[in-house]
């Protein structure tokens, strides 16, 4: 049965648990998180411990086998209490996929259903520092030694980097798109380290840190798929899982900014009554539930369409292109409507900016995807992820 927004009843019962999760479990270690800025380990383990990072791995292997858009809900409901914590599920999210679409049938059986129990937290590492999201310039490399890969270099930006188990790294062993090879790394495996975390401007709780790597001997049966396969490790990431998951942080931001304030304004009085009943109030409240619903259906849209196994490339990038920049806009409106009091931490509509702004950037900016869009609109693509993925046939566009 549907029940609206392509939700079905196992979808909305799946929400209420996370929800009642979130409330009950997750919000009172927000002011903990927000002063030390750290990463909320424990905190992660027990969202992990939920079995909702293993939402998209089939059933066969210890999984929910819920499919895209109840990974949506699952981070958008984490996202509406913490940030944070809804990009901790996200960033996990990416590492599951690199195993699902290019794991050995062994690489699958070992860890899919570590990752499903919640013993196992993966990530995903692809950036540079002076590469950043050009892909084709990174430096860390790889080279074979026997059965082994011998890695060095670095990445930067790797979400859930103090908290993973499993690594998943593309880095350099030859030339060209065709130069770039993926595996799996072992957090506790000799020559990798973690940089010390460092403080940033907001989603307090979660790391998205540098990984180092010096002289760290790999098997070859970490290696992901064959070699050259790590550009489309990367992009198929990206586009189809970062995308879609970043989508849903900012959704649920979103939903965060819009109860919040309707909460402050109807709690608000001045001359007499709530803020709430001034008509400017009421204008950019409607803006913000506007806005909201729109973000909403392109984000579930999407998600559904993934699902469905169908070619959905340009709706995944509005999706993040339509939830990003509307949830910035409404976060600063909220803040126009908190005026003053909305500077400080005593509203948590500052957090909810700051949160905001990290989803701006990962797996393509605005930019990127304007630019994007404008390339499918003039027909210049060459060919579309998502119909690849569903067609099983993968592989590094030449």
Same mark, same amino acid.
């Given at each position: 049965?549907?029940?609206?927004?392509?939700?079905?009843?196992?979808?909305?019962?799946?929400?209420?648990?996370?929800?009642?999760?979130?409330?009950?479990?997750?919000?009172?270690?927000?002011?903990?998180?927000?002063?030390?800025?750290?990463?909320?380990?424990?905190?992660?383990?027990?969202?992990?411990?939920?079995?909702?990072?293993?939402?998209?791995?089939?059933?066969?292997?210890?999984?929910?086998?819920?499919?895209?858009?109840?990974? #949506? &809900?699952?981070?958008? /409901?984490? +996202?509406?209490?913490?940030?944070?914590? !809804?990009?901790?599920?996200? $960033?996990?999210?990416? %590492?599951?996929?690199?195993?699902?679409?290019?794991?050995?049938?062994?690489?699958?059986?070992?860890?899919?259903?570590?990752?499903?129990?919640?013993?196992?937290?993966? #990530? &995903?590492?692809?950036? /540079?520092? +002076?590469?950043?999201?050009?892909?084709? !310039?990174?430096?860390?490399? $790889?080279?074979?030694? %026997?059965?082994?890969?011998?890695?060095?270099?670095?990445?930067?930006?790797?979400?859930?980097?103090?908290?993973?188990?499993?690594?998943?790294?593309?880095?350099?062993?030859?030339?060209?798109?065709?130069?770039?090879?993926?595996?799996?790394?072992?957090?506790?495996?000799?020559?990798? $380290?973690?940089?010390?975390?460092?403080?940033?401007?907001?989603?307090?709780?979660?790391?998205?840190?540098?990984?180092?790597?010096?002289?760290?001997?790999?098997?070859?049966?970490?290696?992901?798929?064959?070699?050259?396969?790590?550009?489309?490790?990367?992009?198929?990431?990206?586009?189809?899982?970062?995308? $879609?998951?970043?989508?849903?942080?900012?959704?649920?931001?979103?939903?965060?900014?819009?109860?919040?304030?309707?909460?402050?304004?109807?709690?608000?009085?001045?001359?007499?009554?709530?803020?709430?009943?001034?008509?400017?109030?009421?204008?950019?409240?409607?803006?913000?539930?506007?806005?909201?619903?729109?973000?909403?259906?392109?984000?579930?849209?999407?998600?559904?369409?993934?699902?469905?196994?169908?070619?959905?490339?340009?709706?995944?990038?509005?999706?993040?292109?339509?939830?990003?920049?509307?949830?910035?806009?409404?976060?600063?409106?909220?803040?126009?409507?908190?005026?003053?009091?909305?500077?400080?931490?005593?509203?948590?509509?500052?957090?909810?900016?700051?949160?905001?702004?990290?989803?701006?950037?990962?797996?393509?900016?605005?930019?990127?995807?304007?630019?994007?869009?404008?390339?499918?609109?003039?027909?210049?693509?060459?060919?579309?992820?998502?119909?690849?993925?569903?067609?099983?046939?993968?592989?590094?566009?030449?």
């Amino acid at each position: 049965m549907t029940t609206g927004y392509f939700t079905t009843e196992q979808h909305d019962a799946l929400r209420a648990r996370v929800r009642a999760f979130a409330e009950s479990e997750v919000r009172p270690h927000i002011p903990e998180m927000e002063s030390t800025k750290t990463v909320h380990t424990g905190l992660s383990r027990r969202i992990a411990a939920q079995g909702w990072l293993g939402v998209t791995v089939p059933t066969e292997y210890g999984g929910m086998g819920m499919g895209h858009l109840a990974k #949506t &809900i699952i981070i958008e /409901e984490l +996202a509406r209490v913490s940030g944070a914590m !809804g990009a901790m599920v996200q $960033a996990s999210q990416l %590492g599951v996929a690199k195993i699902l679409h290019f794991g050995s049938d062994e690489q699958k059986k070992t860890w899919l259903p570590k990752v499903a129990d919640g013993s196992c937290l993966p #990530t &995903i590492a692809v950036t /540079e520092t +002076a590469s950043g999201g050009h892909v084709l !310039g990174m430096r860390a490399r $790889a080279v074979r030694d %026997g059965d082994d890969y011998i890695l060095n270099g670095h990445k930067v930006f790797v979400g859930n980097s103090h908290v993973g188990d499993l690594h998943g790294v593309v880095v350099r062993t030859g030339l060209g798109p065709k130069g770039l090879t993926a595996f799996l790394v072992e957090s506790d495996r000799p020559g990798f $380290a973690v940089a010390p975390q460092q403080s940033t401007m907001g989603l307090h709780g979660f790391s998205f840190g540098e990984l180092l790597f010096e002289n760290c001997r790999i098997p070859a049966a970490n290696r992901l798929g064959d070699e050259g396969d790590g550009l489309a490790v990367a992009y198929s990431s990206s586009i189809l899982y970062g995308r $879609a998951n970043l989508t849903a942080v900012a959704l649920g931001i979103h939903q965060a900014i819009l109860d919040e304030t309707v909460k402050y304004a109807t709690e608000r009085e001045l001359y007499g009554k709530p803020i709430a009943e001034l008509d400017n109030i009421k204008q950019k409240i409607g803006q913000i539930t506007s806005r909201l619903m729109t973000a909403r259906i392109t984000a579930y849209h999407a998600a559904h369409l993934l699902d469905q196994g169908v070619p959905c490339d340009i709706e995944l990038m509005n999706a993040k292109l339509v939830n990003v920049e509307s949830s910035l806009d409404s976060a600063r409106e909220a803040m126009e409507i908190h005026a003053g009091i909305g500077l400080t931490t005593e509203r948590p509509v500052e957090r909810f900016l700051r949160d905001a702004y990290h989803i701006y950037a990962p797996a393509g900016t605005s930019d990127v995807q304007r630019l994007r869009l404008a390339e499918a609109a003039m027909g210049r693509t060459k060919g579309q992820w998502s119909e690849r993925i569903a067609a099983g046939t993968v592989t590094a566009r030449g």
